[in-house]
């Protein structure tokens, strides 16, 4: 089966930052909650993640009492063909 094509107009966005501020809790903290290396969540954090397990997605969102969609949110890319300003579409 062929990868999906990635379309440049969309960039998806974590929201772990702003989600971990709400609940007052750190990245290390999360972490061991989860079960998870503090460096694969700081990739998550940064936007840098290009996949994430099923499992892992589930435990994240479980510890931090949200849904799928608080997490991770789907941003267009703006006029000039950049999404690093665009506010989340929700």
Same mark, same amino acid.
């Given at each position: ?19 971990? =501020?709400? #609940?007052?809790? /750190? !990245? ?12 694969? +969540?700081? @990739? %998550? ?5 290009? =996949?994430? #397990?099923?499992? /892992? !997605? ?12 608080? +997490?991770? @949110? %789907? ?16």
């Amino acid at each position: 089966m062929a990868p999906a094509e990635v379309d440049e107009a969309h960039d998806v966005h974590c929201r772990l930052d702003e989600l971990l =501020a709400e #609940r007052g809790l /750190t !990245l290390t903290r999360l972490a061991e909650l989860v079960g998870v290396s503090v460096v694969n +969540l700081s @990739v %998550l954090k940064n936007d840098r993640a290009r =996949a994430i #397990r099923f499992s /892992t !997605l589930q435990a994240i969102c479980r510890t931090l009492e949200c849904e799928i969609g608080d +997490l991770l @949110v %789907l941003r267009r890319a703006d006029a000039a063909g950049s999404a690093s300003g665009a506010a989340p579409t929700r």
